[in-house]
């Protein structure tokens, strides 16, 4: 049987760094989930949709080629977009996105597509709870918001994306109420998952925890 980790998470808890190294180190096929939800909303802003058209989002969904490359990258339609999907426009509409309950179906329905029979990692909002209640290991990645709003900031500088720390904040903040209050697919705590607080850890530290729980579960 194939190996599934499932690491959930608020927005810049560090999810996808650490999936990364993890994937890496235990030889996992690495599948952001997040960024399909993110392909959806640049999709629907090349093609001008308002985001009120719940119909046309949906529509776009479900006709939808995403593709994700063993160093992390991402493609849409075939186009490489592994940068545009984090733009500063694209991040202010994803999160009301993901909560249309038709785009999180046809998502979940892709990242399980995406997995197949393969060795993955996984991680996101309701990959332990929805996507694969099945995984064999099961994470909640956390940190206070302000860390999580300092982390996401000092990222956005490094690869150019121009927003404020009182941006991310705020926009943190909103998505996390949006996360945790969603119709289907919410962020929820669940004794199945192995809680890590990763505010005063390392990268390396948060990623060696998951790595010897995986190892060790050989």
Do not use: W
Not at 94 to 100: K, Q, T
Not at 125 to 148: H, S
Not at 160 to 165: F, L, S, V
Request: proline share 1%.
């Amino acid at each position: 049987m194939h190996k599934i980790v499932a690491i959930d998470g608020p927005a810049g808890s560090g999810k996808g760094t650490i999936a990364g190294i993890v994937s890496k180190e235990c030889n996992l096929v690495n599948i952001d989930t997040g960024a399909t939800y993110r392909c959806v909303a640049l999709k629907a802003l090349r093609n001008g949709l308002n985001l009120e058209d719940k119909k046309a989002i949906i529509e776009l969904s479900k006709d939808i080629n995403i593709e994700f490359t063993k160093d992390a990258r991402v493609f849409l339609d075939g186009e490489e977009v592994t940068d545009d999907i984090r733009s500063k426009e694209v991040t202010k509409i994803v999160s009301p996105i993901s909560s249309i309950v038709e785009v999180r179906e046809n998502m979940v329905e892709l990242q399980r597509k995406l997995a197949g029979d393969n060795d993955v990692i996984l991680e996101g909002r309701d990959i332990t709870t929805v996507v694969f209640p099945n995984a064999n290991y099961k994470f909640y990645l956390d940190a206070t918001l302000e860390e999580r709003a300092q982390r996401r900031f000092k990222q956005n500088k490094e690869k150019g994306i121009d927003m404020t720390y009182e941006e991310i904040y705020e926009n943190i903040k909103a998505r996390d109420y949006n996360d945790m209050h969603k119709e289907v697919g919410s962020l929820t705590r669940t004794d199945e998952q192995v809680y890590i607080d990763s505010t005063d850890l390392t990268i390396e530290e948060v990623a060696k925890i998951i790595i010897d729980i995986v190892n060790g579960g050989k």
